[in-house]
């Protein structure tokens, strides 16, 4: 047994979930932050067999997609101005990160 541990963007969770469940994926979603853009992020925990851990990441991979963002910097308080960017900059966001683990034991109480 594995458990998949997939971090994307909140925009993309809606669509994951439902296409989860189209395919009998159990999944707990759990609200997260993004360190980069301290953006809304969904964390999704999903434990299945071994033998659909590949469909698990194609249902996550056709749902996640790259997109461009504008994200205005945040001008540096008392900080290094030297490599300040005083106007929004265009960056790619989106996608998952995903982590598979192993599971040694599952149990449901």
């Given amino acids: 047994m594995k458990m ?3 971090v994307i963007q909140d925009k993309d969770s809606n669509r994951l979930m439902n ?3 189209e395919h009998n994926f159990r999944a707990t979603k ?3 932050t993004g360190g980069f853009l301290k953006s ?3 964390t999704f925990m999903i434990g299945t067999e071994d033998v659909r851990v590949q469909k698990a990441l194609d249902i ?3 749902n996640c997609q790259h997109r461009q963002q504008l994200v ?3 001008s540096p ?3 290094n101005a030297d490599s300040y960017v005083p106007y929004p900059v265009e960056v790619e966001v989106g996608g998952a990160t995903v982590f598979v683990l ?3 034991h599952f149990h449901q109480f």
């Fill in 40 to 42: 809304g992020n969904t």
């Fill in 77 to 79: 308080m008392g900080g």
């Fill in 60 to 62: 996550i991979k056709d």
């Fill in 102 to 104: 192993p599971i040694e």
């Fill in 72 to 74: 205005a910097p945040v």
């Fill in 19 to 21: 296409a989860l469940v």
């Fill in 30 to 32: 759990l609200a997260s």
């Fill in 4 to 6: 998949i541990m997939a």
